[in-house]
């Protein structure tokens, strides 16, 4: 308990404003250190690297070390080709501690995947900070609605929350979320979590009058348009999203009030869409904030997002690995300095949370394929 506290006084201070640079430069020096630790000490990793010429001369430029020298992994060419227990530190599941879920399997089959109890335990630290910052208040009821059972993100999510929060894990069940907000009335600030198709289909059931209760809705698995979130926000008060991969972890970026603000602004701003946006995709991108400390995230040559885990508790490093999604950061510093030529920067210093934290921009994937239930 004492360790969990004084991880948690640390995370706060290393939060403080002025720290935005010393951040990037700490995950990223973070990053080259688990890549070393790796190299050393995961099977899989060391003959991933050797295949392609071992590990390479990592250059220094003044303070910044240069990881696009390491080659890419991904889910080919490092996930399938080693078994699970070769791609952990010392070529060991350990026996105790250690939790398997899977992915989707919308690449054709469901991978598994192994998390230690240190890397749970910092996850559920982050989710716990993002749910207190974003949603969480005294008398909330959290309705877990993602699915449940072998899935990352379900039982996850219930993991996490249930020591900071009442929690029901009814997954996508309309019948359950409604029989559960009849039951428990109007007194509790309701939290749902789940897919957006499903809490779409939720807002439309006729079985609950909305305007009698305080529900906010938090949503993962894919993207959402302004127009749904409008729609959403008829019914709920608030509206949030967060970005993960069960290739990585569940909760890497989260949405709140200032990234919501700025994706709106983009839709109806020519210049400053412009200016931050890649618009010859056709796409507008979901916008979150994310943590440099706990990923170091890089744009490949193909704009495609390359993330490093950081932090160095995961049993299963992930040395730029490429999940296929498109994006790109815009750090903190540099975003400031953009909306305010635009003559906005007083609109977003008001808003919560002040965190002067990077702005990821998530396209989707480069295939164009389209999700529905986390599903592709």
């Not at 999510?157 to 929690?167: G, H, I, K, N």
């Not at 309701?190 to 779409?200: A, D, E, R, T």
């Not at 949030?240 to 972890?249: I, K, Q, R």
């Not at 508790?313 to 975003?335: C, F, K, L, Q």
């Amino acid at each position: 308990q004492s360790v969990r506290v004084c991880s948690e006084h640390l995370h706060k201070l290393l939060f403080i404003p002025g720290l935005a640079g010393f951040r990037r430069r700490a995950g990223l020096w973070r990053a080259w250190r688990n890549s070393v630790v790796a190299y050393r000490r995961v099977p899989a990793y060391r003959q991933f690297l050797d295949a392609r010429g071992g590990y390479p001369d990592v250059p220094v430029h003044g303070l910044t070390p240069d990881l696009s020298v390491i080659p890419e992994m991904d889910k080919e060419s490092y996930i399938k080709p080693w078994p699970a227990a070769e791609r952990c530190l010392d070529g060991t599941i350990p026996p105790r501690g250690v939790m398997v879920d899977e992915s989707s399997g919308s690449t054709g089959r469901p991978t598994s995947w192994v998390r230690g109890w240190k890397e749970r335990e910092i996850s559920k630290q982050t989710l716990q900070m993002a749910y207190h910052s974003v949603l969480g208040g005294d008398n909330a009821f959290v309705i877990n609605a993602f699915a449940l059972g072998a899935w990352a993100t379900g039982l996850n999510v219930s993991m996490c929350l249930s020591e900071v929060t009442v929690m029901k894990s009814t997954g996508p069940d309309i019948d359950k979320i409604v029989h559960t907000i009849e039951e428990f009335g109007t007194g509790p600030s309701y939290i749902v979590m789940g897919y957006p198709p499903f809490l779409k289909t939720l807002a439309d059931d006729p079985r609950v009058d909305w305007s009698r209760h305080d529900v906010s809705v938090a949503y993962g698995g894919e993207g959402m348009s302004e127009s749904m979130r409008d729609y959403l926000l008829r019914s709920f008060r608030n509206v949030f999203g967060s970005y993960g991969a069960s290739d990585l972890e569940i909760n890497i970026a989260a949405e709140n009030e200032r990234t919501v603000l700025l994706r709106k602004e983009i839709l109806a701003n020519e210049a400053l869409r412009e200016r931050l946006v890649w618009t010859d995709l056709g796409v507008t991108p979901m916008v979150f904030q994310y943590n440099p400390l706990a990923y170091h995230i890089e744009t490949n040559a193909e704009r495609e997002l390359v993330i490093t885990l950081a932090r160095p508790t995961n049993i299963s490093p992930r040395i730029r690995y490429n999940i296929h999604d498109v994006g790109h950061v815009v750090e903190y510093a540099d975003m400031m300095r953009i909306l305010a030529e635009h003559g906005l920067r007083e609109r977003f210093d008001g808003l919560e949370p002040r965190v002067q934290l990077p702005f990821l921009f998530h396209y989707g994937r480069p295939d164009l394929s389209i999700d529905s239930f986390a599903a592709k």
